[in-house]
């Protein structure tokens, strides 16, 4: 048997694996993207167009994360005890805008699509944490600019942060776990062929229903994160893989 510290691990997770703590989903039928236009809301040119409607739109969505009854739920956690318990290294890349990964205890976290609770400034490029509501004329705490701040997100048309980094990650790899994802959106999509192609990864699909993606991957299980994501945390620590 490989020694575990050869045995890299790379998880990445959608929205799906914070459904059952309260958040919505994108593309489900009672999904974000059911009720407004990714143009609308989610790209530079609407932010130009009426950047009070963009920013209405992340402050409703920050003001329900930080809401009480949203806390991470059994998926988080159980991928949290993986980062601690597994001898090799785990690396989480995220999809998710929000911060339950962070509050169930994950470290080694990259938001490829940034953070809904970071603030970043055009003007000087400063980013800080930010929980409070953002207007246009909100100023940069850093240079004092006004109408430059904007909510710290990949909006599409954007390049998504760290790229370099999870490249590096998945030729590493000796498992690559999708979890609560459609595989609808890259390069996000794309991670499970590179992982396969660049590696040696066993590639495993944790979610609700197949995604758009599910033919890709050696192993697909589905059905809620919070029940599947522990069992197979369990199985992993039990070196049964
Ligand atoms: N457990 C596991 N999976 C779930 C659950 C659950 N409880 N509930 C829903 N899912 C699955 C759905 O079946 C779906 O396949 O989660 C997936 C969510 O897919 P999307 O809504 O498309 O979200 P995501 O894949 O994260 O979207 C990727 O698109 O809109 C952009 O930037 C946004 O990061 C987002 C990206």
């Known amino acids: 048997m490989q020694q575990h510290e050869d045995r890299p691990i790379v998880i990445l997770t959608g929205a799906g694996i914070s459904k059952e703590s309260g958040l919505e989903t994108f593309r489900d039928p009672d999904g974000i993207w059911a009720r407004v236009s990714i143009e609308e809301v989610a790209t530079p040119e609407a932010f130009v167009r009426d950047p009070e409607r963009v920013h209405g739109f992340y402050n409703a969505r920050r003001r329900g994360l930080m809401s009480e009854g949203v806390v991470p739920n059994a998926a988080h956690l159980a991928l949290a005890r993986l980062e601690r318990e597994w001898p090799g290294e785990v690396v989480l890349v995220t999809q998710n805008i929000d911060d339950l990964h962070e509050r169930a205890g994950s470290r080694n976290l990259i938001h490829m699509h940034g953070e809904i609770l970071k603030a970043r400034c055009e003007a000087c490029g400063g980013v800080t944490d930010w929980k409070d509501d953002l207007e246009v004329a909100t100023r940069c705490p850093a240079c004092g600019e006004a109408g430059a701040m904007r909510v710290h997100v990949v909006w599409f048309g954007e390049?998504?942060?760290?790229?370099?980094?999870?490249?590096?990650?998945?030729?590493?790899?000796?498992?690559?776990?999708?979890?609560?994802?459609?595989?609808?959106?890259?390069?996000?999509?794309?991670?499970?062929?590179?992982?396969?192609?660049?590696?040696?990864?066993?590639?495993?699909?944790?979610?609700?229903?197949?995604?758009?993606?599910?033919?890709?991957?050696?192993?697909?299980?589905?059905?809620?994160?919070?029940?599947?994501?522990?069992?197979?945390v369990e199985r992993i620590l039990a070196s049964a893989w």
Not at 192 to 200: H, K, P
Request: proline share 7%.
């Open 159 to 232: 390049m998504p942060f760290e790229m370099a980094r999870i490249t590096q990650a998945l030729a590493a790899a000796a498992l690559f776990v999708s979890i609560g994802t459609s595989g609808s959106v890259y390069p996000a999509a794309g991670f499970v062929q590179e992982a396969r192609m660049m590696g040696r990864a066993h590639t495993v699909e944790l979610n609700l229903e197949p995604s758009d993606g599910v033919s890709l991957f050696h192993e697909a299980r589905h059905g809620p994160a919070s029940e599947l994501v522990p069992a197979f």
